[in-house]
């Protein structure tokens, strides 16, 4: 009887119409339910930097209407006299925080899973994460007191050494190494996780064949974990420079660009260009900039780290 019901379903001229009908809405219904996402990724990414792009090249304060200058917007940024020391500063900044956001968590997430119980890897976990839920204003702020020359911690502790009072946020030589000394030991970031899923992926019958052939501890490292870690390694490196292309907060809060303009950088004037001084169509002619050294580095990034394996 179920073979007979079953044969009728299938050739059934009403069965098979509907499912038929069925089959011909599926593709229409996911265009349909997909173009919402479409619509809204257009209206509130794309328009924004089409916005921008062609702003880069009109003198616009933002309440008046722009007036077309060409690329005079970007020859003035260029011929400034802070222009190569904001390069220089952004090159330091980019590299010096996608170092840190690459090796310290690599470290972390290698140590935590070295860890002889599921337990203490867990507990390890938690320690590690619940820090990326305080807010970064919060941070800065902690950090702002602690490297304080007069009353703060680090110096406080560096005394114990008889080490004299060091002027972190004063200096032209310390400035931008204070700002990077910010979440210090520099773990409890997303690229912790991103590497922790990553070395969990890799299979145990790799570690198992590595111990037999003598390959372990920093031999292992080398020749299993790292080149398997590639495309999280990839992933890290692109996030990481686009995160400290855009981070101009701490500069902000902490320095505001100076002393000596040891720490500025174009995202900062990029800001008060656009909303201190109302120069919108100056700053939209910074961001453009800097979206195409973004790409740039996404570029070269996703090139020379191809996985090897």
């Given at each position: 009887m179920a073979k007979?019901?079953?044969?009728?379903?299938?050739?059934?001229?009403?069965?098979?119409?509907?499912?038929?009908?069925?089959?011909?809405?599926?593709?229409?219904?996911?265009?349909?339910?997909?173009?919402?996402?479409?619509?809204?990724?257009?209206?509130?990414?794309?328009?924004?930097?089409?916005r921008s792009l062609l702003g880069s090249l009109?003198?616009?304060?933002?309440?008046?209407?722009?007036?077309?200058?060409?690329?005079?917007?970007?020859?003035?940024?260029?011929?400034?006299?802070?222009?190569?020391?904001?390069?220089?500063?952004?090159?330091?900044?980019?590299?010096?925080?996608t170092i840190i956001s690459i090796v310290f968590p690599f470290l972390a997430a290698e140590l935590t899973l070295a860890l002889p119980s599921l337990k203490g890897q867990n507990r390890a976990k938690y320690l590690f994460v619940i820090p990326m839920v305080i807010p970064q204003v919060i941070m800065i702020s902690i950090w702002a007191y602690l490297l304080n020359p007069d009353d703060g911690l680090v110096d406080a502790v560096l005394g114990l050494f008889r080490v004299s009072p060091v002027q972190?946020?004063?200096?032209?030589?310390?400035?931008?190494?204070?700002?990077?000394?910010?979440?210090?030991?520099?773990?409890?970031?997303?690229?912790?996780?991103?590497?922790?899923?990553?070395l969990q992926g890799i299979s145990q019958e790799i570690f198992d064949a590595s111990s037999v052939d003598g390959v372990v501890g920093l031999s292992r490292l080398w020749s299993i974990d790292l080149p398997l870690s590639i495309p999280q390694l990839r992933f890290v490196v692109i996030i990481a420079g686009i995160t400290m292309v855009q981070n101009f907060v701490p500069i902000l809060l902490l320095t505001?660009?100076?002393?000596?303009?040891?720490?500025?950088?174009?995202?900062?004037?990029?800001?008060?260009?656009?909303?201190?001084?109302?120069?919108?169509?100056?700053?939209?002619?910074?961001?453009?900039?800097?979206?195409?050294?973004?790409?740039?580095?996404?570029?070269?990034?996703?090139?020379?780290?191809?996985?090897r394996t």
């Open positions: 007979v019901s079953g044969e009728w379903a299938e050739h059934h001229p009403l069965a098979s119409g509907k499912h038929k009908k069925h089959a011909r809405l599926g593709p229409k219904l996911g265009v349909l339910m997909i173009i919402p996402s479409i619509v809204l990724v257009v209206l509130f990414n794309y328009y924004p930097a089409v009109t003198s616009w304060d933002g309440f008046n209407p722009p007036q077309f200058v060409g690329f005079q917007n970007f020859v003035s940024y260029f011929q400034q006299p802070i222009f190569w020391p904001e390069v220089r500063n952004l090159v330091l900044f980019v590299v010096g925080g972190w946020l004063g200096s032209t030589h310390t400035a931008l190494l204070s700002i990077l000394l910010i979440g210090f030991p520099w773990v409890s970031s997303l690229g912790y996780l991103v590497f922790l899923a990553g505001g660009g100076g002393p000596a303009n040891a720490t500025i950088v174009p995202g900062l004037q990029m800001y008060q260009e656009a909303f201190t001084d109302s120069q919108l169509g100056y700053g939209m002619a910074i961001g453009t900039l800097l979206f195409v050294f973004m790409v740039l580095v996404s570029i070269v990034t996703l090139r020379f780290l191809k996985p």
